[in-house]
Structures are given as C-alpha cells and as structure tokens.
Nanobody, 124 residues
Framework: QVQLVESGGGLVQAGGSLRLSCAAS????????MGWFRQAPGNGREFVAG????????YYTDSVKGRFTISRDNAKNTLYLQMNSLKPEDTAVYYC?????????????????WGQGTQVTVSS
C-alpha cells in the first residue's frame, strides 16, 4: 500500500502561482511512476503531468505545457506540481497518483494508488 496526501491547493487570481505537494508513505515511493490528474465539476478525471521513477522523464498535457512543472524528491517521498500563469480553466480538484507502469503518459486506469485531492480555484 502507498498512502498519498496532497496539499498546497487554494484560491488564486489568474496569472498567479501555486505549488502542490504530494507526500507518500508506505511502500517504496521510488518504485512508482507518478502523475497529477485533475477533475473539474461535470468532467472526467484528466491527466495533467507524469514523471518516471528517477524524475528524469516527464510529460504534460498540451494545455499546461510551459506553465506547469512536475518534479519529485525520492529522498523526501514527495511529488510536486509547480503551477504558474494559472488560468480560470485550471480550476479543479487535483489528485496525485502512483502507477507501476513504465510510461509517463498516464491514464486513470494505469494508477493503483490515489490521494484524496486538493482544490485549486483560479479567479478571473
């Protein structure tokens, strides 16, 4: 089992920044590829960014490329998502998740452990 706990969400104005964290405990964090997903009201869960076990390979959905950065610190068992130039359409609940797959382009079905989510609201 891997327990994941997100933090860092909140209310921010358009153009602002937030940094999400995901603290992992339980089984070896570095054994999993990790991803950030988001879900807005009325929508399905959407892939945002993925990172491999070492942190050397990342992938982003087109809508966040150049604005968001995913990273991990395996010594601290923590996953991060730095979000800059936020837009109202980024408003959603953000989830971190862990997968045994070797891919960094992740789907919800790939993920075996999920956090509880953290709300991000971007006002215009």
């Amino acid at each position: 089992q891997v327990q994941l706990v997100e933090s860092g969400g909140g209310l921010v104005q358009a153009g602002g920044s937030l940094r999400l964290s995901c603290a992992a405990s339980g089984r070896t964090f570095s054994a999993y590829n990790m991803g950030w997903f988001r879900q807005a009201p009325g929508n399905g869960r959407e892939f945002v960014a993925g990172i491999n076990r070492s942190g050397g390979s990342t992938y982003y959905t087109d809508s966040v490329k150049g604005r968001f950065t995913i990273s991990r610190d395996n010594a601290k068992n923590t996953l991060y998502l730095q979000m800059n130039s936020l837009k109202p359409e980024d408003t959603a609940v953000y989830y971190c998740a862990a997968s045994p797959t070797l891919r960094v382009v992740l789907r919800p079905d790939d993920m075996v452990y999920w956090g509880q989510g953290t709300q991000v609201t971007v006002s215009s």
